[in-house]
């Protein structure tokens, strides 16, 4: 009789040790240590996620599943707690995500810039490097302009770089906006057969085939940087999200060995990201 009450104690006991170890952060099983970002479609449409995903994944075993869409619509999934992490690239939007305490900490990542593409003809004569004069000849010369119009982080730059250039949106467009709905992909296929202007980031411009006629038009104002940041979701607001996981995705990326992953992603010889965790 002692024996078999001895062997059942040892089977709680060890039943309580891995019931333990299964709780602890990071224990999850196998099939469950993946984690959602809520990212742009710049991100996935320039192929960084293709080259970077499956480096965090051999450093650390983590997948990470990507929801591709706007900023806007990346945070508010964020705010819904239907991600894990957030990486976009509207600063103003970040910082107020911050804020309103769904996130606990916003993280630069990585840079790259703005250019504003159009038919090589350029009949409204924007070239240059002055992205208000630009979008200002668009506007006078009632041009075909393509707007993601998505809340994205692309279309919260352009509406600011239309206040830049003394266009007031709200009371009325120019002549030839036109408004998709759409991803940058999709925005600039639509510019490549109306042969019209589009803002774009770089990365996916340089990952961008169906270029047709449109050529870069617009470079080199400071007012087309573009920042990304990182941000994991705050565990306060959703408890059931992977909070310790989602952190060894932050902390890598913002790591060396992130860094160095985001700054060796190139096509055509190019290098589409230039990380700035440490500015």
């Keep these: 009789m002692e024996v078999i009450v001895r062997r059942r104690r040892l089977a709680v006991l060890g039943a309580l040790v891995a019931l333990v170890a299964l709780l602890r952060p990071g224990a999850l099983p196998a099939q469950d240590r993946f984690i959602v970002m809520a990212s742009t479609t710049s991100t996935e449409q320039s192929g960084l996620f293709a080259h970077l995903l499956p480096l965090f994944k051999q450093a650390t075993g983590i997948d990470v599943r990507v929801v591709a869409v706007g900023t806007g619509q990346a945070l508010d999934t964020g705010r819904r707690g239907d991600a894990d992490v957030v990486f976009v ?109 589009v803002l774009t980031d770089r990365g996916t411009w340089l990952s961008f085939r169906n270029r047709g006629d449109l050529v870069v038009l617009v470079e080199g104002d400071k007012r087309l940087f573009n920042q990304y940041g990182v941000m994991v979701v705050n565990p306060a607001r959703h408890p059931h999200v992977k909070h310790a996981l989602a952190q060894t995705f932050a902390d890598w990326v913002v790591s060396s060995a992130g860094q160095n992953a985001i700054a060796s992603y190139k096509v055509g010889g190019q290098q589409l990201f230039f990380p700035n965790a440490d500015r």
């Design 89 to 197: 690239h509207d600063t103003q939007a970040e910082d107020r995500f911050v804020a309103e305490g769904y996130a606990l900490k916003r993280m630069p990542v990585m840079y790259n810039d703005f250019v504003l593409v159009g038919p090589a003809a350029d009949p409204a004569q924007v070239k240059g490097s002055d992205i208000a004069a630009a979008l200002g000849k668009v506007a006078a010369a009632g041009a075909v302009f393509i707007s993601r119009s998505d809340k994205s982080g692309t279309h919260a730059a352009e509406l600011r770089l239309w206040q830049f250039a003394g266009v007031d949106l709200s009371k009325a467009k120019p002549a030839g906006y036109k408004e998709c709905g759409c991803g940058m992909g999709p925005a600039l296929n639509m510019g490549s057969s109306l042969g019209a202007y």
